[in-house]
């Protein structure tokens, strides 16, 4: 079974969104055999995909595992900012 899913976060500027993707990169490197995952950076968004040919319980554990990634860089980075 094929499941595929695309995000988009808007932090409305480039350099918060590529702070955010070197945050999540190095989680991606793990991810299940079958899954792909693409992240980039436009107009302020980050966007990402994710492509999986495995079973529907392992996508959504990676399309979990990445969204609590970027909550927890978020979170970071309103700390920082406070």
């Keep these: 079974m094929r499941s595929e899913i695309t ?5 409305g500027s480039d350099q ?16 299940p055999v ?3 995952i693409a992240i980039s950076v436009s107009g302020g968004k980050l966007i990402i995909r994710i492509v999986s040919s495995g079973d529907l319980q392992s996508f959504l ?4 595992d990445l969204l609590f990634c970027i909550q927890t860089a978020e ?3 309103a700390s920082v900012g406070k």
């Design 7 to 11: 995000i988009e976060r808007d932090y």
């Design 75 to 77: 979170r970071a980075l």
């Design 61 to 64: 554990r990676t399309v979990d």
């Design 34 to 36: 079958g899954t792909a």
């Design 16 to 31: 918060t969104a590529e702070t955010v993707l070197r945050a999540v990169s190095p989680d991606n490197r793990g991810a």
